[in-house]
């Protein structure tokens, strides 16, 4: 258990639909990151936090926000789902910034399928 | 653009086979090469790897880093079934500081 946490665990939902994913970090750690993975790409960089504050953006689409509130855990918005957002998203934590160089530990993830 | 790519793409070996995963990588400003283990759910770390010729190793697993030639590689040995996984390779820059990852290495370990 790498002490993150993320809920839900499944969701299902229709095209065009919201849905919020949350991630609770390790304790002590204050970066949060979020990964896309689905079959064809890999696991995909889209956003970190550090402390609240945004630090790196990767190819995040404008339909998705996140944000990190003063208690450290995180929320991702998907909005205006379409097909291909189903995948496996991954909520990962690290105790510092990622550029110091300490790995990240990766929750369980959340598995979204779109219909 | 930063890329990292793994080969093999998928592996199949039997019991007790010595494996060797690649991982070359183009980044900007490198700061770290990390390897990490995906069974059915959440990647979980294995090495970072931040200077060149140094081994790490944890069991029956090593893993060592070129900076000249901008690769490494995963070593198992005496593979058993449990080693089954897909075996991801990430690097991360200092200049952005995002890890990214390669498509990784599917092992299949058969008895």
């Known amino acids: 258990d790498s002490g993150v946490t993320q809920t839900p665990k499944h969701l299902i939902t229709a095209t065009g639909q919201r849905v919020t994913l949350r991630c609770s970090p390790r304790s002590g750690d204050l970066s949060v990151y979020w990964y896309q993975q689905s079959l064809d790409q890999g696991l995909q960089f889209l956003i970190q936090y550090y402390n609240g504050e945004e630090r790196a953006k990767g190819n995040i689409l404008e339909r998705f926000s996140a944000q990190q509130f003063p208690d450290l855990h995180s929320e991702l918005n998907l909005s205006s789902l379409e097909l291909g957002d189903s995948a496996l998203y991954f909520c990962?934590?690290?105790?510092?910034?990622?550029?110091?160089?300490?790995?990240?530990?990766f929750g369980n993830g959340t598995r979204l399928t779109v219909t | 653009e930063d890329k990292v790519v793994q080969s093999p793409l998928s592996l199949v070996v039997h019991e007790g086979d010595t494996v060797t995963l690649n991982c070359s990588y183009e980044?900007?400003?490198?700061?770290?090469l990390l390897w990490y283990k995906q069974e059915k759910k959440a990647p979980t770390f294995l090495f970072m790897l931040t200077s060149s010729g140094i081994e790490k190793k944890s069991g029956r697993l090593s893993s060592i880093l070129d900076k000249k030639e901008l690769f490494s590689i995963l070593n198992i040995t005496a593979t058993q079934t449990g080693d089954s996984a897909v075996y991801l390779c990430a690097v991360r820059s200092s200049n952005t500081g995002k890890l990214i990852f390669g498509q990784g290495t599917t092992l299949q370990v058969k008895p």
């Open positions: 990962a934590s690290s105790v510092v910034d990622q550029a110091l160089g300490s790995p990240l530990h």
């Open positions: 980044v900007t400003n490198f700061r770290s």
